[in-house]
C-alpha cells in the first residue's frame, strides 16, 4: 500500500485557511506544528499532520480564547490521546489474533 503524502507551503497555507503567517509563525515557535522544510520562513513546508494540527489550534485559540501556551498544552494532550488510541487499537487487534489462534 502506498502512503500519499502531501505538502503545503506557507504562503499557500495561509492563503486556503484564511491564517496570518504571523500566527502560523507563534504556532511553530510554540512547537504546536513544525515545519518539514525550509530554513527561513517564507520558505517553510508543511506536511498534512502540521497543517491538521495548525488548523486545531488556530480555532482553539480563536474559539475558546485561551493563549498559546495553553493550546500548545491542549494539542500536546490530544496528540498523545490520538496516539494511545492507535496503539490501543494495535494491541486489540493483536490480541484478537492470539486468542483465535
Not at 26 to 51: C, H, L, M, N
Not at 70 to 88: D, F, K, P
Request: contains cysteine; aromatic residues 6%.
Amino acid at each position: 500500500m502506498t502512503e500519499i503524502s502531501l505538502s503545503l507551503p506557507l504562503n499557500e497555507l495561509c492563503q486556503l485557511e484564511c491564517i496570518e503567517p504571523d500566527i502560523v509563525i507563534e504556532i511553530v515557535e510554540y512547537g504546536i506544528a513544525q515545519p518539514v522544510r525550509g530554513e527561513k520562513t517564507a520558505d517553510w513546508v508543511f506536511d498534512t499532520t502540521s497543517v491538521h494540527w495548525i488548523k486545531k489550534a488556530v480555532r482553539l485559540h480563536q474559539d475558546l480564547e485561551i493563549d498559546w501556551v495553553a493550546v500548545a498544552l491542549v494539542i500536546e494532550l490530544m496528540q498523545q490521546n490520538e496516539s494511545l488510541l492507535r496503539e490501543n487499537e494495535r494491541v486489540q487487534y493483536l490480541l484478537k489474533r492470539f486468542l483465535e489462534s
